[in-house]
Each structure stands twice: as C-alpha cells, then as structure tokens.
T-cell receptor, first 114, second 112 residues
Framework: GAVVSQHPSWVICKSGTSVKIECRSL??????MFWYRQFPKQSLMLMAT?????????EQGVEKDKFLINHASLTLSTLTVTSAHPEDSSFYIC??????????FGSGTRLTVV | AQSVTQPDIHITVSEGASLELRCNYS??????LFWYVQSPGQGLQLLLK??????LVQGIKGFEAEFKRSQSSFNLRKPSVHWSDAAEYFC??????????FGTGTRLQVFP
C-alpha cells in the first residue's frame, strides 16, 4: 500500500526560530499533498493544499508567510513554521493523494514552541 | 455547503460488544466517503472507503460501513469490539481529486 513518511515526529524549538517538517511519499508520486493542523481532542483543520511545481493554496485564515510550503518534487513537500511562537504549538499532519488508494496520511509531527 | 457530522463525541462500550459510529454528510455530488482511525499522538490510518458499487464496504480490523444515500449516512460498524480499538475515529467526505472534509471525530473508549 501507499506509504507517507513524515519527519520529525516531534520537535521542540525556541520562540522566534523556524522549524521545517518534511512529508515524503515513499512508493508513489504525489502531485498533491495536504497539510493539516490538529489541536488537542479536535478534528483536523486543513491548512493548505500543496501542488508539485506551483504555489500552495492556503485555506482562509492561514498565514502563508507564517507557514511556508514547498513542493519541489513529486515525492516531497515541506512545511516551514517561521518565527514560531507558543501558539503555533500543535500537531501537524500531512497527507498525499494516491490514485489507487486515495488519501494516505503521515504519522504527524508534534511541535512544541517554548 | 459541504459538511460532515459525527453526532457522538464520545462512546464507551464493553469489550466484545457491538459498535456503531454515526456519520452524516452534506455533499452536492456523489460523495467519496472515508473512515479513519487515529491513536493518540499518531497519524490517521484508513479503515475503509466508499467510492461506488456495493454500499456495504468491508475494511480492515473487522470494520464495515454502509452507505445509505437516502439518509446521507455512512455509519461504521464492528460486531465485536476489542480493547485495542480504543481510539479516535474520523469520518471524511470528498471528491477524488481534492481535499477531504473531516467530521469532528468520535472518541471510542473500551472497557474490559
């Protein structure tokens, strides 16, 4: 089946620094990847849709300068949280669309900003 | 507007009992429907999906779901719950080519 690898699984950073999260499709090519944010005991909130070779499409209310998304290849999308603050602490999950299996999710990244 | 409703925020069942998690959707076209399970601190694992055809869908871990167009529902069922099934369950709807819309989730607790 389709596998999506997300790294790191957890990260702690100081306020004001930037953090990069990687999402890789291991055995298929993903022209489209999705980035979600999940607050404790809540559902997934779509942040942006990442398309290979083009700019990401951000959902309303998501700061594109804060959450930089790059999808430079068919197997890799990255989310960079710039100038992170404690309110950015959350669980971030990526998803890639596979033509055969539908949507496959990464294992998530827990970001803690101190 | 497109939406997914999971009416039950929290369900508690005894191990060995049957389970049904409810999901209702509002979608303008033929929906693609999904059920995912999430363990604490983990990503989402696909349990099953419905694209077309037989309205009763079999998934992994003994789960099944039935698509009822007349009721706009896609309820998840399992005849006998195991303690390892305790997790958060999400219903989602979407087209085949775009983002998914998730329900708010149902937390399942299993007592021995």
């Amino acid at each position: 089946g389709a596998v999506v690898s997300q790294h790191p699984s957890w990260v702690i950073c100081k306020s004001g620094t930037s953090v990069k999260i990687e999402c890789r499709s291991l055995d298929f090519q993903a022209t489209t990847m999705f980035w979600y944010r999940q607050f404790p005991k809540q559902s997934l909130m779509l942040m942006a849709t990442s398309n290979e070779g083009s700019k990401a499409t951000y959902e309303q209310g998501v700061e594109k300068d804060k959450f930089l998304i790059n999808h430079a290849s068919l197997t890799l999308s990255t989310l960079t949280v710039t100038s992170a603050h404690p309110e950015d602490s959350s669980f971030y999950i990526c998803s890639a669309r596979d033509p055969r299996h539908g949507y496959t999710f990464g294992s998530g990244t827990r970001l803690t900003v101190v | 507007a497109q939406s997914v409703t999971q009416p039950d925020i929290h369900i508690t069942v005894s191990e060995g009992a049957s389970l049904e998690l409810r999901c209702n959707y509002s979608y303008g076209a033929t929906p693609y429907l999904f059920w995912y399970v999430q363990s604490p601190g983990q990503g989402l694992q696909l349990l099953l999906k419905y694209f077309s055809g037989d309205t009763l869908v079999q998934g992994i871990k003994g789960f099944e779901a039935e698509f009822k167009r007349s009721q706009s529902s896609f309820n998840l069922r399992k005849p006998s719950v195991h303690w390892s099934d305790a997790a958060e369950y999400f219903c989602a709807v979407g087209p085949s080519t775009d983002k998914l819309i998730f329900g708010t989730g149902t937390r399942l607790q299993v007592f021995p």
